[in-house]
């Protein structure tokens, strides 16, 4: 057995009674105490100040106002919000940022615009191991635009850097997308590095921050960011299918056009005039009528960490995941496991990924013996999302004492290892 004295659970209790923003646990909807919950990173916890809000919208606002809410408070609610993502977590100025639509949708509005404003060009580059979506939706405009979609294998602990994308771009290019925290991996992406690269070969950058919003500070203005999505039920804690964001940059929004002209793009919308002209600021990007109840828990769940700040949720991020690779080193190295995730925590996101053959089983028994929830990442790893909103330190002690008391009983072998299908 491994020796636990180095590291006793009074360390981690030590730290939690140290923590600057131990209190921000308490504004959340926590039933369970002993449920110990590594997906924030996945679906962020309920703010309570989500449920005040919806019975407000739902009961308030719907129920008494009905149609006089859309001017007293539902038309401007994309914009207000996204400006208020944009100037608490994505360093943006106001005018550039929405809530709209789908992460999915708002990659395919954007990417579609940059190719549009890159039309003598036919080459879309991405990594060949984004996030799903996000290669599905390049593949899709590639195809129905006869484009090459070049998928570019990064170096997974380092992920996209300006030096391996450099010799990838040329004249051809169109458009760079890619996430600015590797969904696997963690690794982090140097924004204004890699926009300078696209931009010298000619192309424009669309990022995908699902997985820094709100837990990474992000300079979208000052990197010179083209165009980023992102979404708000990860780390921003809007609720299970909130709507997300998108950002483009105020030098570009006069040049581009999105694909899908709603009247919600439509300058003076109300005038329900003949021939689309869209608006002269992000909100060109929005297409129809906006999702008001989930736009409005964005907003609630976004202003408690906002009066956190980016910056102490960012260093508390830094120091779970720097605790947890201690115990990592300590306990699980020494039994078989490897290191999914940067050591580094300048280029680290806020969750780590430990791999080992029997990850999907020791992912089940750590949901199922112990009431820890991580998730499952083909092929071998468990991925540890460590919120910097609700996480304690005692959570990342338990979590790692577990797995390592699983693979040294091999209690993982009393667990059947057909998959589920989420994970
Ligand atoms: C979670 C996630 C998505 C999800 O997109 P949806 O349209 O909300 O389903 C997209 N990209 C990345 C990088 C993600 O982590």
């Known amino acids: 057995m491994s020796d636990s004295t180095a590291h006793p659970r009074n360390d981690a209790e030590n730290r939690d009674a140290t923590d600057p923003l131990a209190s921000l646990r308490t504004q959340f909807v926590i039933p369970d105490e002993k449920l110990i919950y590594l997906d924030g990173n996945s679906l962020g916890r309920l703010p309570k100040a989500s449920l005040d809000r919806v019975q407000e919208v739902v009961a308030g606002e719907w129920g008494d106002r009905l149609i006089r809410s859309w001017n007293e408070r539902w038309q401007t609610l994309p914009q207000t919000v996204g400006d208020f993502l944009g100037q608490h977590f994505l360093g943006a100025a106001a005018g550039q940022v929405v809530v709209s639509d789908s992460t999915s949708v708002n990659l395919y509005k954007l990417a579609s615009a940059a190719l549009d404003a890159r039309p003598d060009r036919t080459v879309i580059v991405s990594d060949l191991n984004n996030f799903p979506t996000d290669r599905y939706v390049l593949e899709g405009l590639a195809a129905a635009r006869g484009l090459e979609l070049k998928l570019v294998e990064f170096d ?20 760079v997308s890619l996430s600015q925290v590797d969904y696997r991996s963690s690794a982090l992406a140097d924004l204004a590095s890699v926009n300078q690269v696209v931009h010298d070969a000619g192309a424009l950058a669309l990022w995908d921050l699902c997985h820094s919003a709100g837990s990474v500070p992000i300079e979208l203005d000052a990197t010179g960011t083209d165009f980023a999505v992102g979404c708000t039920y990860k780390y921003l804690n809007g609720g299970p299918g909130s709507p997300a964001f998108l950002y483009a940059n105020a030098s570009l929004i006069d040049a581009v056009r999105q694909p899908i002209w709603g009247w919600y793009g439509q300058r003076d919308q109300f005038a329900m005039g003949q021939g689309y002209d869209p608006v002269a600021s992000a909100s060109r990007f929005l297409v129809g009528t906006p999702q008001v109840v989930g736009v409005s828990l964005v907003d609630s769940g976004a202003r408690v960490l906002a009066e956190a700040g ?28 490897s290191l999914g995730s940067p050591r580094d925590a300048a280029v680290r996101g806020s969750h780590i990924s430990v791999r080992h053959p029997e ?3 020791i992912c089940r028994a750590l949901i199922e013996q112990h009431d820890v929830i991580p998730d499952f990442r083909e092929p071998d790893r468990v991925r540890l999302g460590m919120a ?20 040294e009983t091999k209690a993982y072998e009393q ?9």
């Open 415 to 423: 667990i059947d290892p057909t998959r589920t299908e989420v994970t």
């Open 359 to 361: 990850a999907y089983r």
């Open 156 to 175: 997974e602990l380092l992920g996209p850097t300006a030096d391996q994308l450099r010799p990838v771009l040329d004249d051809r290019t169109a458009l």
């Open 310 to 337: 980016i910056k102490p949720l960012r260093d508390k991020g830094v120091a779970l995941t720097e605790f947890a690779i201690e115990l990592f080193d300590a306990w699980l190295a020494p039994i078989g496991f």
């Open 388 to 407: 910097p909103s609700t996480t304690r330190f005692v959570d990342v002690w338990d979590a790692f004492d577990a797995m390592r008391r699983i693979v």
